[in-house]
């Protein structure tokens, strides 16, 4: 059964910071990238992060710097700690697999006001 469930968002301003989770089941972290996505109101749903097996990690250019990317293998957790939070990080943030398998959670609100 697929296990993503994100949390940790919530309404910050610019500047500020946030920490998501995202819990995930053995069978789809286990030896997998995982991601993290964003999909801001009227947009797509856009790639933000990777975290490798082993935790090499890979940013979108739109983040880098500011956001990064974690996991814990012995929790089966992906974390994404966002700093410097700007007003167009507010998205729906989502935790899969990277690439993505076919199924999402419900997602994390992360809204950032000016």
């Known amino acids: 059964q697929v296990q993503l469930v994100e949390s940790g968002g919530g309404l910050v301003q610019a500047g500020g910071s946030l920490r998501l989770s995202c819990a995930t089941s053995?069978?789809?972290?286990?030896?997998?990238?995982m991601g993290w996505y964003r999909q801001a109101p009227g947009k797509q749903r856009d790639w933000v992060a990777r975290?490798?097996?082993?935790?090499?990690?890979n940013y979108a250019d739109s983040v880098k710097g500011r956001f990064t990317v974690s996991r814990d293998n012995a929790k089966n957790m992906v974390y994404l700690q966002m700093n410097s939070l700007k007003p167009d990080d507010t998205a729906v943030y989502y935790c899969?697999?990277?690439?993505?398998?076919?199924?999402w959670g419900q997602g994390t609100q992360v809204t950032v006001s000016s």
């Open positions: 899969n697999t990277d690439p993505a398998g076919i199924y």
């Open positions: 975290v490798s097996s082993v935790g090499n990690t």
């Open positions: 053995g069978r789809i972290f286990n030896f997998r990238p």
